[in-house]
């Protein structure tokens, strides 16, 4: 199904760089919270595909993303992030595009480590944030995660595996790489964890984990649910794995909508 919404596209100003933003306006609803996307650590905008649309239309609220910096359509970085990086977006970049864009209450969908950047998002936002879901999270850092990472970081030596990083990235899908290995497999991030976070969010929070999931096991959306500040639920998709919009992207659709149908605003 196609979705039916305007699509605009804008590079924002922050302080730390132009950023790259995607909007999804439904026919109706426009003027609602907008839900905002957090992509994973090899993500873009782009990759989110028509998922977005689709959200829009089944929410009827408006639906954006955006590229972090050194990813995608947004500004180069050229230092490699530090161990820092999740609260640093949660804490400096976040918010300052929040406020370039003029937005106050609003609802948060993170992938991956978007995930866990939502998550410190609404830890910080107060009343601000309505509503969080975390798709495939990391709550810790588990050596699951850090066997995948491993895996896929061989496997981005193949040259084809790469070029397809290079089209969403261009010239940045070195750094991409470099950033998401280089950080998760630090010693310095061994310790890694969002108790701390959690235990500040207070807005509604849903959990979703496919149970095949191949960078963390169901120990994740249990214990996100488990230190949440406030009300929390999990979801947990049979035979799917660590990209559940894609993979089950209907069942995923389906309870979004139910968990953000009670968001009057």
């Known amino acids: 199904m196609t979705p039916r919404v305007a699509i605009q596209d804008r590079h924002v100003a922050i302080p730390a760089g132009d950023v790259f933003v995607r909007r999804w306006m439904p026919v109706a609803g426009g003027s609602r919270a907008p839900l905002i996307l957090l ?3 090899l993500g873009c ?18 639906v954006l993303a955006y590229d972090r910096l050194g990813f995608g359509k947004s500004a180069p970085r050229a230092a490699i992030p530090g161990p820092e990086f ?20 609003h609802l948060l969908f993170g992938h991956s480590v978007g995930g866990g950047m939502a998550l ?5 936002a107060g009343d601000d944030c309505l509503a969080v879901v975390s798709e ?21 030596a193949d040259p084809l595996r790469f070029e397809r990083l290079e089209r969403v990235h261009g010239d940045k899908a070195r750094w991409v790489l470099a950033a998401w290995t280089g950080v998760w497999l630090s010693p310095a991030f ?28 169901l120990a994740f959306p249990q214990r996100i ?19 559940p ?15 953000a149908g009670a968001i009057d605003a």
């Not at 919009?245 to 968990?259: G, P």
Request: aromatic share 6%; hydrophobic share 45%.
């Open 39 to 41: 992509h994973d650590s």
């Open 45 to 62: 905008v782009e990759l989110w595909r028509d998922f977005p649309g689709l959200l829009a239309q089944r929410l009827q609220r408006p």
């Open 86 to 105: 999740i609260d640093e977006e949660a804490r400096r970049d976040f918010p300052a595009l929040r406020a370039a864009l003029g937005i106050e209450r």
């Open 120 to 124: 410190c998002i609404a830890a910080d």
């Open 136 to 156: 495939s999270a990391q709550a810790f850092v588990e050596p699951r995660t850090l066997e995948g990472i491993r895996a896929a970081q061989a496997a981005f």
């Open 190 to 217: 061994a310790d890694w964890n969002l108790d701390a976070a959690l235990a500040r969010v207070g807005c509604p929070l849903l959990a979703i984990h496919g149970e095949r999931d191949e960078y963390g096991s």
């Open 225 to 243: 649910v488990a230190h949440a500040g406030g009300p929390a639920e999990a979801m947990i998709l049979p035979g799917c794995g660590h990209v």
């Open 245 to 259: 919009h894609r993979e089950q992207a209907d069942a995923v659709l389906e309870r979004v909508a139910a968990f």
